[in-house]
């Protein structure tokens, strides 16, 4: 890709005064793009020397500063890398309505790691997935990211390079790292090439431009930015495609509730207080493990109101090491939470490696309550299964065990534990009006559910539909499928 | 202080029983910190091997884990310590309502530090003011923060580590630290006495519990956690007092805005340009001498609406590297930082080591639109000056060049601006409703003003008052102002 990159300028143009006037419509379209709230992302990619710092001082120079940030990206510290790959960029997403500048970006974990780091042809492959997904997801929800390469030639580096080392107070600019590059040149060629071409997808594409010349390189990258935004203020936003999740992924059958037989699930309690006791201990164990093997896990509790999520979480957490593991409530979200796609805030929790996650309660809020309830537009709630299904895919094959876990009662079941809730002072906080007008519209959720469990059992992260109506029955059964889990990836 | 901690038990009384009440009225006491919405913090400080994972382990069990969230404390990691010394304590203040549990805390940055890290006697001392005025800070806010030390003889820490040890299990977890310091016993005991001595304020005393017998233990330790609990949820918070602030910190006289003499204060448009010219490129030089030196700088913009706050701000900016400084707007908190103490969202901003955070607006709403609309009890307004004099005055402690600007402007040309604003399309945005509320109030606001420029116009942190009718003349002065500042900083 990088051959197609415009050198020639049209000699009889003046760049320089079109160039002012693009500046201008920069200025102005911020404004435009709070109207429409917005989000908006830049980022510069680039040979060393091409230019990119400049660049960026040219386009924050028409913008109020209190609009846009921006970023460096530096490579992972060791903290970082504890986390999934993409963590730390999700988590400098702007807001809806500001705008996001970014001095080199996600792509440094592509080609450069490629070639510096030693990472495998299998796991660049899956950093390419990984990028494409976040950017298409983030292009679905209304972001608009333009991507610049600058590019120059190996003679042009060259020149650039001797000219800030003729000069006192520019020569720590070109560092050994720089010289390397430049001397592989043709290496990083083909790899960058690689890069592009694979991470080309329509919703998102580079702009390659020829930095030679300097004048005609902010020409075109204020008519790229002018252009792009224009556009995207302008325009509706594309009809969206809901993709069809069978095709798209491998899915492990689950039956429907109504199918799910509850009768005789049921324990005793002196076998359940053995079993509660033989189960913490092993977890506890295992915990340590999964702290030596840096595992992370994330779990995932989901039910009817209760089902029983905040019990069975209590006794799993009384087995962990307080200082490994994270309960994270979900409730409905904040306003800053509001203003950005919604997984942001649940890449936010993520655990690091050795570290235990347990949402209670999670994304699947996105086809719950938010459909249910309309709080999201229909289109973008069905758009969420394949959303939901690539991020915990990519939480799988970043290492990560995730169990998830529908704890399911009956209508019945749930009105006797609402009434002794209301019947019994000590719990009365745990219910509201809103659980009983959650109740009352059982009968809209309920194939919901079915259809969310369904098309997002995906093979990497099954639902475990657990028979909730005998609390003691069901914590066992849960805690028994996080200790084989947990036992089988520790083997592997 | 270590010699106070209680070892004999009455031997008569049987404590098991005991604390199994202590234990359900720990849990029952849940509900309540909820509902009182009392943020409460629990630490654990101690020698190696005084038990103070199990204890935590002990609490936990009787906890919602949706309701507290445990911390371990290491050692500051080099990104951490590019921050002034309290920033990540702050990060990890629970919400209202909400617990902590800290296994290890900020004082590992005293005793600990003086003694492995070798910091200076000085730097020692400040670190104690720092953290008796964080946890009077909390304490002034609500927070109740229970702190214990538990504590072990030296023989007894032997007998620890030997069993320890005998164990193949459990034998990694004596380190090699943990021999240096229990070789050393004498001299870190006399540290922690020193340490626990300077720290033991009268609203946040320290709890010293000889672990040596572990029933007994654990029976102190709950009955403090229940006992303190209990208190503070079911007692009024005691009458707060207004410290006197010109017997606190030296101040630096200002005028009364209505002495500000705003005529002829002005500059002409080709002066402007020629002075913007230099003082950009004196500035933008500044930032890379900050960046080398590893300088962080805190720029606080206050003002009327239409003061040109945002101008000023964009002259800045257009000077500095984009990667080292970050423009943070003001608004109205959202709901999760309405749920913290009102400083929580400032720390989150600071700058790292070489970079300039420039605020839009500030801490300084709490004794401003929070006073005047009454959104905060006049009480903890009047108590702000003090916890602001503080943190700008920690700020300057920890090397931070914090430079604060009132843009001044009288109603007339505010009239003006207001109008123009409104009769220019693309600047409509910038004025609204509320704007001309707030200008209705602006006899409430003046004296509020000078209340506030007075009593927070330190020696460390003095405001720069600057005439703002012509806003030319107020750009060059502020940047004039920064780049003296800077200068003399970089000279020290």
């Not at 084989?484 to 592997?492: G, M, P, Q, R, T």
């Given at each position: 890709?990088?051959?197609?990159?415009?050198?020639?300028?049209?000699?009889?143009?003046?760049?320089?005064?079109?160039?002012?006037?693009?500046?201008?419509?920069?200025?102005?379209?911020?404004?435009?793009?709070?109207?429409?709230?917005?989000?908006?992302?830049?980022?510069?990619?680039?040979?060393?020397?091409?230019?990119?710092?400049?660049?960026?001082?040219?386009?924050?120079?028409?913008?109020?500063?209190?609009?846009?940030?921006?970023?460096?990206?530096?490579?992972?510290?060791?903290?970082?890398?504890?986390?999934?790959?993409?963590?730390?960029?999700?988590?400098?997403?702007?807001?809806?309505?500001?705008?996001?500048?970014?001095?080199?970006?996600?792509?440094?974990?592509?080609?450069?790691?490629?070639?510096?780091?030693?990472?495998?042809?299998?796991?660049?492959?899956?950093?390419?997935?990984?990028?494409?997904?976040?950017?298409?997801?983030?292009?679905?929800?209304?972001?608009?990211?333009?991507?610049?390469?600058?590019?120059?030639?190996?003679?042009?580096?060259?020149?650039?390079?001797?000219?800030?080392?003729?000069?006192?107070?520019?020569?720590?600019?070109?560092?050994?790292?720089?010289?390397?590059?430049?001397?592989?040149?043709?290496?990083?060629?083909?790899?960058?090439?690689?890069?592009?071409?694979?991470?080309?997808?329509?919703?998102?594409?580079?702009?390659?431009?020829?930095?030679?010349?300097?004048?005609?390189?902010?020409?075109?990258?204020?008519?790229?930015?002018?252009?792009?935004?224009?556009?995207?203020?302008?325009?509706?936003?594309?009809?969206?495609?809901?993709?069809?999740?069978?095709?798209?992924?491998?899915?492990?059958?689950?039956?429907?509730?109504?199918?799910?037989?509850?009768?005789?699930?049921?324990?005793?309690?002196?076998?359940?207080?053995?079993e509660l006791?033989?189960a913490q201990?092993e977890l506890?164990?295992?915990?340590?493990?999964?702290?030596?093997?840096?595992?992370?896990?994330?779990?995932?509790?989901?039910?009817?109101?209760?089902?029983?999520?905040?019990?069975a979480?209590?006794r799993i957490?009384?087995a962990?090491?307080?200082?490994?593991?994270?309960?994270?409530?979900?409730?409905?979200?904040?306003?800053?939470?509001?203003?950005?796609?919604?997984?942001?805030?649940?890449?936010?929790?993520?655990?690091?490696?050795?570290?235990?996650?347990?949402?209670?309660?999670?994304?699947?809020?996105?086809?719950?309550?938010?459909?249910?309830?309309?709080?999201?537009?229909?289109?973008?709630?069905?758009?969420?299964?394949?959303?939901?299904?690539?991020?915990?895919?990519?939480?799988?094959?970043?290492?990560?065990?995730?169990?998830?876990?529908?704890?399911?009662?009956?209508?019945?079941?749930?009105?006797?534990?609402?009434?002794?809730?209301?019947?019994?002072?000590?719990?009365?906080?745990?219910?509201?009006?809103?659980?009983?007008?959650?109740?009352?519209?059982?009968?809209?959720?309920?194939?919901?559910?079915?259809?969310?469990?369904?098309?997002?059992?995906?093979?990497?992260?099954?639902?475990?539909?657990?028979?909730?109506?005998?609390?003691?029955?069901?914590r066992i059964k849960i805690m028994n499928i996080i200790i084989?889990?947990?036992?089988?990836?520790?083997?592997?």
């Open positions: 890709m990088l051959e197609n990159a415009l050198v020639n300028k049209n000699k009889s143009v003046n760049y320089k005064d079109m160039t002012k006037q693009l500046e201008q419509n920069l200025s102005a379209l911020q404004q435009k793009i709070r109207d429409k709230k917005l989000p908006v992302i830049i980022l510069f990619e680039g040979w060393g020397a091409s230019g990119k710092g400049q660049l960026i001082a040219d386009i924050i120079k028409m913008l109020d500063p209190r609009f846009f940030k921006v970023y460096s990206t530096m490579p992972a510290n060791d903290f970082e890398k504890r986390y999934p790959l993409m963590k730390r960029f999700w988590a400098n997403l702007p807001e809806y309505g500001a705008m996001s500048i970014l001095d080199r970006s996600w792509y440094q974990e592509l080609a450069i790691a490629r070639l510096e780091e030693g990472i495998s042809n299998e796991e660049y492959e899956r950093r390419i997935k990984s990028v494409n997904i976040f950017e298409r997801q983030l292009t679905d929800d209304g972001y608009l990211i333009i991507k610049f390469f600058l590019h120059i030639s190996h003679q042009e580096q060259k020149k650039r390079f001797l000219k800030l080392k003729e000069n006192s107070s520019t020569k720590w600019r070109v560092t050994e790292l720089d010289k390397k590059r430049h001397k592989n040149y043709d290496i990083y060629y083909k790899q960058f090439d690689d890069m592009l071409m694979k991470t080309n997808s329509p919703h998102c594409q580079w702009k390659i431009i020829d930095t030679t010349d300097r004048s005609f390189t902010k020409f075109q990258v204020f008519n790229v930015l002018v252009s792009q935004i224009a556009n995207a203020v302008n325009s509706e936003p594309p009809q969206k495609v809901i993709p069809s999740i069978s095709e798209l992924f491998e899915l492990v059958p689950q039956p429907k509730l109504s199918e799910v037989r509850l009768e005789g699930k049921e324990m005793q309690p002196s076998k359940y207080f053995d006791k033989k201990k506890s164990k295992l915990h340590g493990k999964l702290y030596k093997k840096k595992i992370p896990v994330v779990l995932v509790f989901e039910g009817w109101d209760a089902a029983g999520k905040g019990g979480i209590k957490g009384t962990l090491d307080p200082r490994g593991y994270e309960a994270v409530p979900i409730a409905a979200p904040d306003k800053h939470e509001l203003n950005r796609h919604y997984l942001w805030r649940f890449w936010a929790s993520l655990p690091k490696t050795g570290h235990i996650t347990i949402f209670d309660r999670s994304w699947y809020g996105r086809v719950m309550v938010e459909r249910i309830e309309k709080l999201t537009p229909e289109e973008r709630c069905a758009m969420a299964y394949r959303e939901i299904n690539e991020f915990e895919q990519e939480l799988t094959e970043c290492g990560i065990i995730v169990l998830k876990f529908w704890l399911q009662i009956d209508k019945n079941e749930q009105l006797r534990r609402f009434t002794e809730r209301q019947n019994t002072p000590e719990k009365q906080w745990k219910i509201t009006d809103e659980d009983w007008r959650n109740r009352e519209k059982w009968d809209l959720y309920e194939p919901a559910i079915d259809e969310m469990i369904q098309k997002t059992s995906t093979a990497a992260a099954p639902w475990h539909i657990i028979e909730g109506n005998n609390k003691m029955f069901a084989d889990k947990i036992n089988e990836a520790i083997k592997k």
